[in-house]
């Protein structure tokens, strides 16, 4: 005799399905119609450090200078390898960057998805895509910019670029302006 289960025991299929995509994190990125673009701001970035304009690590740290944050209001910046820890860029709508110079074997960006920590339980995948994917890696190419979220988790890989040849990156944040007037959160970002 075979055992039939009971009509409530039974497993049931779900009909009409479909999968909605809630909150994917959107990323854009494009290339500098001219490439040439970024030897001119190479030009003005070492012309800027070679002034004492901006900020150089201290010594024994790892090389790093960062520009003063008033670049974009200079007259070259109207056309606009190593590791960096993870980050966020916080009180700015969107984060973005372009590689200005990319010695072969320099750092590559990361993204971590922002979800990553709040994970009770973690599945096991039988394929990784752009839904269930921890991170996400872009190769620096020179002349290539990228634009995201600034609440997206992002870092540099170490590279394994000859120590002589610097990765030029220029990053920037964008936030709005103006007064947002909703009945429960009024803000003013003017």
């Given at each position: 005799?075979l055992?039939?289960?009971?009509?409530?025991?039974?497993?049931?299929?779900?009909?009409?399905?479909?999968?909605?995509?809630?909150?994917?994190?959107?990323?854009?990125?494009?290339?500098?119609?001219?490439?040439?673009?970024?030897?001119?701001?190479?030009?003005?970035?070492?012309?800027?450090?070679?002034?004492?304009?901006?900020?150089?690590?201290?010594?024994g740290q790892?090389?790093?200078?960062?520009?003063?944050?008033?670049?974009?209001?200079?007259?070259?910046?109207?056309?606009?390898?190593?590791?960096?820890?993870?980050?966020?860029?916080?009180?700015?709508l969107?984060?973005?960057?372009?590689?200005?110079?990319?010695?072969?074997?320099?750092?590559?960006?990361?993204?971590?998805?922002?979800?990553?920590?709040?994970?009770?339980?973690?599945?096991?995948?039988?394929?990784?895509?752009?839904?269930?994917?921890?991170?996400?890696?872009?190769?620096?190419?020179?002349?290539?910019?990228?634009?995201?979220?600034?609440?997206?988790?992002?870092?540099?890989?170490?590279?394994?670029?000859?120590?002589?040849?610097?990765?030029?990156?220029?990053?920037?944040?964008?936030?709005?302006?103006?007064?947002?007037?909703?009945?429960?959160?009024?803000?003013?970002?003017?």
């Open positions: 005799m055992y039939t289960p009971p009509p409530a025991a039974r497993a049931v299929e779900l009909t009409a399905k479909q999968m909605f995509m809630l909150f994917p994190t959107p990323m854009f990125t494009g290339k500098l119609p001219d490439i040439g673009l970024c030897d001119r701001i190479e030009k003005k970035l070492r012309e800027l450090q070679q002034s004492g304009k901006g900020t150089s690590s201290r010594e790892i090389l790093a200078y960062m520009t003063p944050d008033d670049i974009h209001t200079l007259p070259e910046m109207k056309e606009s390898n190593r590791r960096h820890h993870v980050h966020v860029h916080p009180n700015c969107l984060s973005g960057l372009v590689y200005v110079r990319t010695p072969k074997n320099c750092g590559s960006t990361v993204f971590a998805s922002p979800r990553q920590l709040t994970k009770n339980l973690e599945p096991t995948y039988l394929q990784k895509n752009e839904l269930n994917s921890d991170l996400f890696t872009v190769p620096a190419e020179k002349g290539r910019m990228l634009i995201w979220p600034s609440h997206v988790p992002h870092a540099v890989e170490q590279g394994t670029a000859d120590e002589s040849e610097e990765r030029i990156v220029v990053a920037f944040n964008i936030m709005i302006r103006g007064r947002i007037q909703l009945f429960t959160a009024s803000l003013d970002l003017s």
